[in-house]
């Protein structure tokens, strides 16, 4: 019942900055958790960052932690991760995602999360 579309990637130097938009269309928005997740050719889905339904508690995976955050405006249903000081090996696709995770250890699996946006690509040269 969650559908979410991702914009704002694209290419960028090392030590720049990118906004990325996630839009959510579908009822209960704010009942939702959302996050973001990245994935590089050959690698795992990883855990970027995530933040509670109501935006109270927000939630970064070590490596982006002060230099990415994460925000979402309920009444536009919209979720945003802005990225700086953007490093090569950020360079992903990034998705947007929709769920209802069990607990704060649950908050950085993939598989505890129900929707997902198509991705969009960032890249970061050196």
């Known amino acids: 019942q969650v559908q979410l579309v991702e914009s704002g990637g694209g290419l960028v130097q090392a030590g720049g900055s990118l906004r990325l938009s996630c839009a959510a269309s579908?009822?209960?928005?704010?009942?939702?958790?959302m996050g973001w997740f990245r994935q590089a050719p050959g690698k795992e889905r990883e855990f970027v960052g995530a933040i509670s339904g109501l935006g109270g508690s927000m939630y970064y995976a070590d490596a982006v932690k002060g230099r990415f955050t994460i925000s979402r405006d309920n009444a536009k249903n919209m979720v945003y991760l802005q990225m700086n000081s953007l490093k090569p090996e950020d360079t992903a696709v990034y998705y947007c995602?929709?769920?209802?995770?069990?607990?704060?250890?649950?908050?950085?699996?993939?598989?505890?999360?129900?929707?997902w946006g198509q991705g969009t690509q960032v890249t970061v040269s050196p």
């Open positions: 579908g009822r209960a928005f704010s009942s939702y958790a």
């Open positions: 995602t929709a769920g209802r995770p069990g607990g704060p250890s649950s908050i950085g699996k993939a598989v505890e999360y129900d929707y």
